[in-house]
């Protein structure tokens, strides 16, 4: 037992950021029969943060995948399964040897290997229906007549289909439900052959393949074209929901605005692309509407605090972890600067230029995306003039910038194209009177619309 136990490691899903519960896997990079080494990622997991890649902490070879990809697993629970003896060939003689062990029921390690055999390539359900349920029931499709051939998509509601990620993905690319498709793979597993068959148009197929292509005739809920199209709440947008919710209806939110004159900025932003010192740097208005709120900040320290509603407690942060909201193909994230505050105008520059980058990738770590102490939010990139924003949870406040438009303006007596954005201040009324909340927000618009004022003030 203690040698089987050895021999066949257990990889638990971890918590890979700080008080994570769960985590959806997003894709495979190693299937069974793979050999794998220490440190070699073997999956990509989101989690309420970030995506994150995730690598085996040992050598071996994959015996067994315990979940699909799509599916969201709590943390703590073993996803992959690595037989860590001296060769490949005893991974897969080995499995069944345990299982007369996984027969006694007061054994606990016993429900591992009971799943071994049972979810064969892994792609199988959760370990709470694998341990009752065995799948070797599903054997007989392969040697029983055509007739039988459709009694697998019965229980479509209780199991998952077992295929392996390439034929997944090529089922997703053709637009099949892979619940509709009768398996013909050893013990029930879907091949490539099966998805193609269910895909070819009806007088393609040979006669007696007729039973397969009638389960499509009952569309999933989900199917294109319809009506209606659902879509699961999890990952980063399930995160982002509870966390707007959370805040919306605990912290006392209060909104100011101010319009004004950027023209300044705008040009100030061309002379520093041609400036030496930022070669290599993308140069844009964020940047100097990020620094100036730093100023804005330093001018002001007391906006940038936090609400300890346990310790009934204020607190008051010297520092800046500067959050940057960015939209990614996985929803709302905001990573943040650490210490913006310290930052030279060409280093927050390459602090926001990683920033964005590694969001757009995906890439985006948990950590940073925590301890942020206030946001800027760039509606302005998709055409609004501003919005109303809600704080980040345990942020005092959250700066909205607006598009830039030539408008016209009275500049100097004397109406002329300038120019000319909004910003929007929302902002903690436990923390932040509307006085202090005033004068951050007009002291941003000063520096913008007078850029020199960044010489003097900061």
Known sequence: MTVQAQRFREFRMPDVGEGLTEAEILKWYVAVGDAVTDGQVICEVETAKAAVELPIPYDGVVSEIRFEEGTTVDVGTPIIVVDAGPSAEGAGEAAPAAEPQAAQPAEPPAAPAVKREAVLVGYGVAPSSTTRRPRKQAAPVNGTAAAAAPA????????????KPPVRKLAKD??????????????????REDIRAAAAPPATLPQAAAPAQAAPATAPAFAPGGRETRTP?????????QAMVASAFTAPHVTEFVTFDITRTM?????????????GLKVSPL??????????????????????EAAQEIVHKSYVNLGIAAATPRGLIVPNIKDAQDKTLPELAA??????????EGKTSPADMQNGTMTITNVGVFGVDTGT??????????????????????HKGKVKPRHVTTLALSFDHRLVDGELGSKVLADVAAVLEQPKRLITWA
């Open 351 to 360: 602090a926001l230029g990683e920033l964005v980058a590694t969001a757009r």
């Open 152 to 163: 697998p998509p019965a229980p479509v509601s209780a199991e998952r289909p077992l295929a």
């Open 287 to 308: 940047l100097l509407v990020a620094k100036a709120l730093l100023v804005a900040i330093r001018r002001n320290p007391q906006v940038n605090s936090a609400w300890d």
């Open 174 to 191: 053709l637009g099949i439900d892979l619940a509709t498709v009768v398996p013909t793979g050893p013990n029930g597993v879907v091949t």
């Open 233 to 241: 709440i999890k990952g980063v947008r399930k995160a982002t929901a």
């Open 267 to 279: 040009k100030l932003v061309q002379e520093l692309k041609e400036d030496r010192a930022f070669t």
């Open 389 to 410: 924003p809600i704080l980040n949870p345990g942020e005092s406040a959250i700066l909205a910038f607006g598009a830039v438009k030539l408008q016209p303006w009275v």
